[in-house]
Each structure stands twice: as C-alpha cells, then as structure tokens.
C-alpha cells in the first residue's frame, strides 16, 4: 500500500496478492477453513481517493469496472463504517475508487480497497487508531483484509506467512521482487463457491499435507527461485478448476512454459506463473491474449 496526501485528503494505491502457497488444514465450527498461506503483494494497483464531507455521508464513486457495487456492499463502505462505528463518531467522506484488480479473482482487490479505506480514513478523520486496532477491525471485514495493513507506517505489506483463517499475519522481507504474469478467465469464481466445492470433495476423510511457508519465505528471502515449483501449492485448485473449466486449458498452456512456477491465486479465478524475467512475464502475457484464455498482466512483486 502507498499512501499520500493530497489537497483535499489522502490518496492510496491498494496492491493485489497472489498465494504462493495455500494449505487447509480443516473446517472450523464457524464455517471458516484454518489455513496457512505465503501472500505476495504485487505491484498491480487499484486507487483509492478519500476527501472530507462536510456533513456524515459516505460517498463511494467507482470507475474502472462494472458491477462493482458503490453502497454498503462493498468493502471501502463496510470499512469506513466500521471505522466510525468503533470510534462512536459520524465524520463524512467522499470516496473515488478506480478498479484495476479484476474481481472475483483471487487477487484480493476488494480486501485491499477495504484495507486502504481503513487506514486513508483513520488519517482523514484523524481518529489515531492504532496498527493492532486496524488489524482488529480488518479481520471483521474479511480474512485477508488484515494482510493488506502496513507493517511499517511507511511501508506497505510485501511478503506474509498467514494462519487462522488467514488474518494472523507473520510478515517477512521478500529478497528480491519477483516477475509474475497474471491470467484471469472472463468467468470469476466467489470465494465461498470455491471453499464449498473443497469442503464436498474432501468431507470424508481430511489429510493435510504439511506446508512449506518457511521454506517459501526462505527462497524468497534469498532470492533463489529455483526451488521454488517444487513448494508452491494451492488446495483450491481443484475445486476452482472443476467449477471453471477454462482454468484447465490456461493450466496446460503454463506446463508447456518455461516458466519457474504457476498455479491458481487464491480462489481464483486468477491464474498465475513467478517468470524468469519481467521480459519473458510481459511475454506470456502477450501470448495468453493471442490464446484467448483472458485478461493478462506482467507486472513484479511489491
Ligand atoms: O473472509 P471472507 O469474507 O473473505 O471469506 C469469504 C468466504 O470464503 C467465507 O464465507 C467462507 O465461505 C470462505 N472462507 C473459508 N475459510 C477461510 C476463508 C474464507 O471457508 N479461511
């Protein structure tokens, strides 16, 4: 996350995430999945400009996509009012959202415009909240909201270890920023289908295979990627390739690559691949175009 301030307010540009790995590791009692996840954010930004209101409302204008809602289902409004409703107070603020992050990905677009809202607003209204108040108020929103926080004031998250349903965030410094090119099919896939759809497959008997965070952060932290394929894993793969079917062909076109790794983020329907370059990323995104398998981006890690 970049923030700034602007003549009228606080301008922030909201990163979308890949999962370099994504394990779960059983169903709660709430309906959620305990997982363990390597987030990665990627320099591939939506834009969030927050101005003061002169009286309480809370105006979302959005740009850039359609059908993304501009009232209290979407996330940037659960936010502010969530902000306002912890600190008791009506402030008003009017918002402009430019999308770039495509929904129903698995890129966390929605929960990084969520998180941006809360930290622009906190400083728009100067309500003095602190990191672990925001992270508090995050996890309410979403499980990946609280990934998307600065670690740092001045930094933005880069690379994290996630547990719980995934808002206990263990943040690490990635060595080097990775090349990475992004596929999403025109089908999205909402989050909950997915996790239904693996919760069906996987009712009977429930085997977690151990993850390999550490050993992810560490390639990361030392920059060397070639190890990297062999860690990398998604359990909502199979799930999201049986409800969208395109997902397969994008997959086979990435085995015939010589790219380092590739796999589904998240619950897709965003498809990605680590690249050896930002050359041969800028590459495949090309090619995945000419092959139709949808919209692509090359672009390096945060
Ligand atoms: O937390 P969030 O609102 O992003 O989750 C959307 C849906 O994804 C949840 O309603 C749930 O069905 C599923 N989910 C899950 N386990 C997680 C995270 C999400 O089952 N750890």
Redesign the pocket.
């Known amino acids: 996350m970049k923030i700034e301030r602007t003549p009228w307010g606080w301008k922030v540009l909201a990163p979308a995430k890949v999962n370099l790995s994504l394990c779960l590791k059983g169903r709660r009692e709430d309906?959620?999945?305990?997982?363990e996840t390597v987030m990665l954010a990627l320099r591939f930004y939506d834009e969030l400009q927050l101005e003061l209101a002169d009286d309480s409302v809370l105006e979302l204008t959005v740009s850039g996509a359609e059908n993304v809602p501009n009232d209290d289902r979407n996330l940037v409004v659960r936010a502010l009012q969530a902000l306002r409703a912890a600190m008791g107070c009506s402030r008003g603020a009017r918002v402009r959202l430019t999308k770039r992050i495509p929904s129903q990905a698995g890129l966390g677009g929605g929960?990084s415009d969520a998180a941006a809202a809360l930290v622009a607003g906190n400083r728009l209204w100067s309500l003095g909240l602190s990191p672990a108040q925001l992270s508090t108020i995050a996890a309410t929103l979403?499980?990946?909201v609280a990934f998307f926080l600065p670690v740092d004031p001045r930094y933005g998250a880069r690379a994290a270890v996630c547990t719980g349903?995934?808002e206990r965030v263990a943040p690490f410094p990635p060595g080097r920023s990775l090349p990475i090119v992004v596929v999403k099919p025109a089908v999205g896939l909402p989050?909950?289908a997915v996790?239904?759809n693996y919760s069906a497959a996987n009712n009977v008997q429930f085997v977690p295979t151990p993850a390999k965070s550490a050993e992810i952060a560490q390639v990361l932290c030392r920059g060397l990627l070639n190890s990297l394929g062999a860690l990398m894993r998604n359990d909502l793969q199979g799930p999201a390739l049986a409800l969208c079917p395109e997902l397969a062909e994008v997959k086979a076109g990435f085995d015939r690559l010589p790219v380092v790794a590739h796999q589904l983020s998240g619950?897709g329907s965003a498809y990605f691949a680590v690249c050896r370059s930002l050359l041969q990323a800028q590459q495949v995104a090309k090619l995945a175009r000419k092959r139709r398998w949808g919209e692509s981006w090359a672009m390096l890690s945060c």
């Open positions: 309906g959620y999945h305990e997982l929960s979403g499980s990946d349903r995934g989050t909950s996790y239904a619950s």
